[in-house]
C-alpha cells in the first residue's frame, strides 16, 4: 500500500506551522514578552529558537523523513529503548492535548457568549464564576460543569473529524486552518493599531528594559516557550515529517515553520498589546496593571477591553474564531502523532483509532471540567511542560547524536539539504543543546525544592509528579508491547 503522504509540501508546511501556531503564540508568547522585559525579550527568543529550537525541528524532521515512521518507530530504529523516550512522550504529549482542548472548549464557550457580550457586566466574574464555576481551592472538585463538558465533546468531535482520515483529512482541514487565523489577526491588528491608546501598549511592547537579561529565569523562559510554541520534542514533528518523500530539503521547510510561527507570535504581540493600550487609556491605569498571565489574559483581560469597543460582539467573536482556529490545528497535530504510533504496530482503520483516541482524549480531560478544573490545569501543566519536554528534548539529542544510526540521519539530511550547516547543527545537537537542557531541567528542579508550584498542597504536588512519570510506566509497558510484533510501517 506504501506510506500515507502529503498531497503537497505547501501542505505539508501548512500542517507544521499549524501545529506550531496555536495558543500559544496568541496569549502565552505575549504575556512572556510582557513579563521579560518586553523588546528585551526577543533576544534571548531569537537565541533560543537559533540554538534549540530550529537545530531540534531540524532533527525531528529529519528523523522522521529518514526512517519513515512515527517518533516511536524512528526512536527505536536509533536504540530499540528510545521507543521507551518515544512513548513517553506521545503520552505525555496526549495528556496535554486534554487539558489544551479544555482551554479550547472555554474559547468555544466565549465564542458564543460574544454575540450577546456575556460579561459586559464584569470579565473577571464572568470567567471565574459563570463559565468555570470555580471552588475555592484544589481539593473542593465540586463535580462536573455540564455545560462545559458539551463544549469540550463538541471540540472532540472537531478533533476527531480532522484526523479521522489521517494525513488526508488533515491536509484538507490545515488548507482552512493555517490561513485563517492570520487573515484574522491581521484584521484584529487594524482594529488594535487605530484605538485610542495603542501606542502606549505598544510601547509597553517593544521597549527592551535590557536589565532583564540578566535574570537567569529569562532565558529559561524563552527557551521552554521555544519548545512549547515549535510543537519539539513531543514526536508530533517526527510524524508529520514521515509522510514526506526522502528526496525533499526538509531543512528548508523547518525554517519556513520556524519563521512563519516566530511572526505570527510577534504580530499577535502587536494585537494583544495594543489592545492593553487601549484598556488602560479607558481606565486611566497603566499598562503595567492591567495585563494578567495565562488565562487570565486571554479570558478576562482581553475580554474586558473588547467589551469597550464599538461592535464589541464581532471583535469578540473574531478573537475567539482566532483562539480556536489556531489551537485546532495545534490539537490534532497531537492526535496525529499518537495515531502515528499505533498505525505503524497494529492493523487498524485510521478511523476507528482517531475515533478511540478521541473519546480517551475526553475521558482524560474530564478532572479539567470540573470546577477545580482550573487548578488541576496548571498542576499538571507545570509538570507536563516544564519537564516533559526538556526531558525528551534531552534524550531525542542524545539519541541522534550519538548513534550510528543517528549518523545516518546527519548524513541523509546532509545529502537532501545541501546549503544548511551540517556541521555546525551535528555538534549542537551532540553537546551545545543537550547541555543547556540539562542545565535548564536542573533550574527548575532546584526551584520546585524551594517552594511547591504554585503553593498546592503536598498530595497535589505528587498528582504532578505521577502524571510525568506514570506516562514513563506507560512508556515502558507501551515498548515492549510495540517490540513484540511485527511494525507495519512499511
Ligand atoms: N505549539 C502549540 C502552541 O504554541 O500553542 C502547542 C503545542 C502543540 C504544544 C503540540 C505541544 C505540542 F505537542
Not at 469597543?309 to 497531537?334: K, N, T
Not at 509538570?383 to 544510526?405: E, K, R
Not at 517552594?451 to 506514570?470: E, K, Q, S, V
Request: with cysteine.
Amino acid at each position: 500500500m506504501g506510506r500515507e503522504r502529503w498531497p503537497s509540501r505547501l501542505l505539508f508546511i501548512f500542517a507544521a506551522v499549524g501545529s506550531a501556531a496555536g495558543l500559544g503564540n496568541l496569549w502565552r508568547f505575549p504575556y512572556l514578552a510582557y513579563e521579560y522585559g518586553g523588546g528585551a525579550f526577543l533576544i534571548p527568543y531569537f537565541l533560543a529558537l537559533l540554538i534549540l529550537g530550529l537545530p531540534l525541528l531540524v532533527l525531528e524532521f529529519s528523523v522522521g523523513q529518514y526512517f519513515q515512521r512515527s517518533a516511536v518507530g524512528s526512536w527505536r530504529k536509533l536504540k530499540e529503548w528510545g521507543g521507551i523516550f518515544g512513548w513517553w512522550a506521545l503520552g505525555a504529549a496526549f495528556l496535554i492535548l486534554s487539558y489544551y482542548a479544555v482551554v479550547m472548549a472555554w474559547s468555544l464557550r466565549y465564542f458564543f457568549a460574544s454575540f450577546t457580550m456575556a460579561w459586559s457586566g464584569g470579565a473577571e466574574s464572568y470567567f471565574y464564576q459563570n463559565v468555570l464555576e470555580l471552588t475555592p481551592n484544589i481539593g473542593v472538585l465540586g463535580g462536573i460543569h455540564w455545560g462545559l463538558l458539551a463544549c469540550l465533546t463538541a471540540v472532540w468531535a472537531l478533533i476527531y473529524f480532522s484526523t479521522f482520515k489521517g494525513v488526508k483529512s488533515v491536509a484538507q482541514v490545515v488548507k482552512v486552518t493555517m490561513p485563517l487565523p492570520i487573515i484574522l489577526i491581521l484584521v484584529l491588528l487594524v482594529r488594535a493599531l487605530t484605538l485610542d491608546g495603542a501606542l502606549t501598549g505598544i510601547l509597553f511592547y517593544v521597549k527592551p528594559v535590557f536589565s532583564a537579561l540578566l535574570d537567569p529565569e529569562i532565558w529559561i523562559a524563552a527557551a521552554s516557550q521555544i519548545f512549547f510554541t515549535l510543537s519539539i520534542s513531543m514526536g508530533i514533528m517526527i510524524a508529520y515529517a514521515s509522510y514526506v518523500k526522502k528526496n525533499q530539503d526538509i531543512a528548508k521547510d523547518a525554517l519556513w515553520t520556524a519563521i512563519l510561527n516566530s511572526l505570527i507570535s510577534i504580530v499577535a504581540g502587536f494585537v494583544v498589546f495594543g489592545t492593553l493600550g487601549f484598556l488602560a487609556m479607558q481606565k486611566s491605569m497603566a499598562v503595567a496593571d492591567v495585563v494578567a498571565s495565562g488565562p487570565g489574559l486571554a479570558f478576562v483581560v482581553f475580554p474586558e477591553a473588547l467589551s469597550m469597543m464599538p461592535v464589541a460582539w464581532l471583535f469578540a467573536a473574531l478573537f475567539f474564531l482566532v483562539l480556536l482556529s489556531l489551537g485546532i490545528d495545534s490539537a490534532f497535530s497531537i492526535l496525529e502523532g499518537v495515531l502515528a504510533a499505533f498505525k505503524d504496530r497494529v492493523q487498524m482503520s485510521t478511523a476507528k483509532l482517531a475515533l478511540i483516541g478521541s473519546f480517551v482524549g475526553l475521558l482524560c480531560g474530564i478532572i479539567y471540567v470540573t470546577r477545580a478544573g482550573l487548578y488541576f490545569l496548571d498542576l499538571i501543566d507545570h509538570f507536563l511542560l516544564n519537564y516533559g519536554m526538556i526531558i525528551f528534548g534531552i534524550g531525542q539529542c542524545l539519541l541522534v547524536g550519538w548513534t550510528s544510526a543517528g549518523r545516518e540521519v546527519k548524513d541523509h539530511l546532509a545529502a537532501q539539504s545541501k546549503w544548511f550547516p551540517v556541521k555546525t547543527w551535528w555538534w549542537i545537537i551532540r553537546l551545545v543543546a543537550p547541555v543547556i537542557l540539562v542545565i535548564i531541567l536542573i533550574s527548575f528542579f532546584i526551584k520546585e525544592l524551594g517552594a511547591p508550584y504554585g503553593g498546592y498542597p503536598g498530595w497535589a504536588i505528587a498528582i504532578g509528579w505521577l502524571f510525568l512519570f506514570g506516562t514513563l510506566v506507560f512508556g515502558l509497558i507501551m515498548n515492549w508491547w510495540y517490540g513484540r510484533g511485527e511494525e507495519v510501517a512499511d
